[in-house]
């Protein structure tokens, strides 16, 4: 006997939502959900085999609850002299962000960010129980200090997300932004720099607020300009009484000893990674000039993704390009699509379907 989602007693606030979830199809070219379309370099991936191949051998322990290795090398990373009791990391950065809503938030509270935003806040939200209020951003997704302090203080919200740069616009977040709503509420402010990588070098990162605000936490991921989506691993810096709050809510040995070892690794050849971060960006940039050649409305990015208007039927357009063997996302923004910077192959030939596909 099978029965539907609707006859079990699932919570009455899961009723009638849907998962997260972007299409995923073996087209040739995949440019929909952000990844770094670049391979791991060889050399690179040799390492982190032999390091995973290590820790097999002690596989049957668990792995270091505290995963120090790992937080000793994120805090190298990020500089600004942190220190490991600074950091936190687990499967991905929505485990990370997830950590510091079952924190933060919950039952009987308020979790806000400016819309359009990264989908995963209000899914997340609503896993905990809380209730997400949407502010409002300006007409080219920018949000300033005045009218974000506005925003939040009229909202008394428990936690507040600021993604930085934001997704899925791309639009740069001044660190103006950050200093004003973190002073207009007593909640937890978290900004998410799952793309900072791809900002400009001279653009700082919101880790240089973390002095002297210990409800401030900024999240990174290695899924992008790491190229190590496949290995789900996120992190986050902020004061360690913050960091003790996740310890109390985060499973038994969260982070196998197989992610700390990749990741480890990883971090220990950050130059050779990075070194593509350029090439990304200089397809991003690529990008956007064909489209505004082509007539579209593109928006600033300071990530690894481009958003244009100037879509007669997004939908169309879409499956259009699909057709051709391209695959890019729908966001539901009207008029607009999303596609993702890839490898030099990727981007042309993107922009030749989407020339061939012309106006529709």
Same mark, same amino acid.
């Given at each position: ?46 390492? +982190? ?83 997400? +209020? ?116 985060r499973l038994p040995y969260h982070l196998s000893a ?7 690794a990883a971090l220990r050849h950050a130059d050779t ?6 090439? +990304? ?46 695959? +890019? ?32």
């Amino acid at each position: 006997m099978t029965v539907t989602l609707d006859e079990l007693p699932i919570r009455d606030d899961l009723r009638g939502q849907t998962p997260y979830g972007a299409p995923q199809a073996p087209l040739p070219v995949a440019l929909n959900v952000n990844e770094n379309t670049h391979p791991v370099p060889t050399e690179v991936a040799d390492d +982190i085999a032999d390091a995973i191949a290590q820790a097999l051998r002690g596989v049957n322990r668990y792995p270091d609850r505290e995963f120090l290795s790992l937080r000793e090398g994120f805090a190298q990373y990020l500089g600004h002299g942190l220190e490991p009791a600074q950091i936190w990391a687990g499967n991905g950065s929505n485990e990370v962000l997830q950590h510091l809503l079952q924190a933060f938030a919950g039952p009987g509270r308020t979790v806000f960010g400016f819309e359009p935003t990264y989908s995963m806040y209000r899914l997340l939200t609503r896993g905990v129980g809380s209730q997400w +209020i949407g502010g409002t951003r300006g007409h080219d997704y920018t949000v300033s200090a005045q009218d974000a302090a506005d925003q939040v203080a009229r909202a008394r919200p428990d936690v507040v997300f600021l993604c930085a740069p934001n997704n899925p616009t791309g639009t740069p977040l001044p660190l103006d932004v950050v200093e004003a709503v973190y002073d207009a509420t007593d909640g937890i402010v978290i900004v998410d720099e799952a793309y900072e990588e791809f900002a400009p070098r001279d653009a700082p990162s919101a880790v240089t607020l973390l002095g002297g605000r210990p409800r401030l936490a900024v999240s990174r991921t290695m899924s992008k300009a790491f190229a190590f989506a496949g290995a789900r691993v996120g992190y986050l810096a902020a004061d360690p009484a913050l960091i003790d709050a996740l310890r109390l809510v985060r499973l038994p040995y969260h982070l196998s000893a197989l992610t700390q070892a990749a990741a480890v690794a990883a971090l220990r050849h950050a130059d050779t990674m990075l070194k593509m971060v350029d090439e +990304i960006v200089a397809q991003r940039d690529r990008m956007s000039a064909t489209l505004e050649a082509l007539g579209y409305q593109v928006h600033e990015s300071w990530t690894n993704f481009v958003l244009f208007g100037g879509v007669a039927d997004p939908a169309a357009t879409w499956q259009a390009l699909y057709d051709r063997g391209v695959l +890019i996302r729908d966001i539901g923004i009207p008029g607009h699509l999303r596609v993702t910077a890839g490898t030099e192959d990727e981007t042309t030939a993107f922009l030749e379907a989407l020339a061939d596909v012309g106006s529709r």
